[in-house]
Nanobody, 124 residues
């Protein structure tokens, strides 16, 4: 069964940290680019970060650069996003998605397989 499952969301105070996981089953995640997206209440979905399959190149949206880090653990078939110095404006449902082109590089528009999301709430 092909599946992407996000986890690691929760409630955290401003300035805190969370580590999101995107675990794959039924296929080898290392072969594909993986992106993280988020959608805040009443807002459009936003691209957050991406890691390519071929060279591990990473991409971040400006608002999270220096605070978020995307990484892979191929042995665990999982992609992570470490989120530090969280702000209330980071509150959103976070989704991971895969570009199902073998050996794909980061191209958000090509991501066509999605998990169901995990909620991150940053509040005091």
């Amino acid at each position: 069964q092909v599946q992407l499952v996000e986890s690691g969301g929760g409630l955290v105070q401003p300035g805190g940290s969370l580590k999101l996981s995107c675990a794959a089953s039924g296929f080898t995640l290392a072969n594909y680019a993986v992106g993280w997206f988020r959608q805040a209440p009443g807002k459009e979905r936003e691209e957050v970060s991406c890691i390519s399959s071929s060279d591990g190149n990473t991409v971040y949206t400006r608002s999270v650069k220096g605070r978020f880090t995307i990484s892979r653990d191929n042995a665990k078939n999982t992609v992570y996003m470490q989120m530090n110095s969280l702000k209330p404006e980071d509150t959103a449902v976070y989704y991971c998605a895969v570009d199902r082109t073998y050996g794909s590089n980061c191209y958000y528009g090509g991501m066509d397989y999605w998990g169901k999301g995990t909620l991150v709430t940053v509040s005091s």
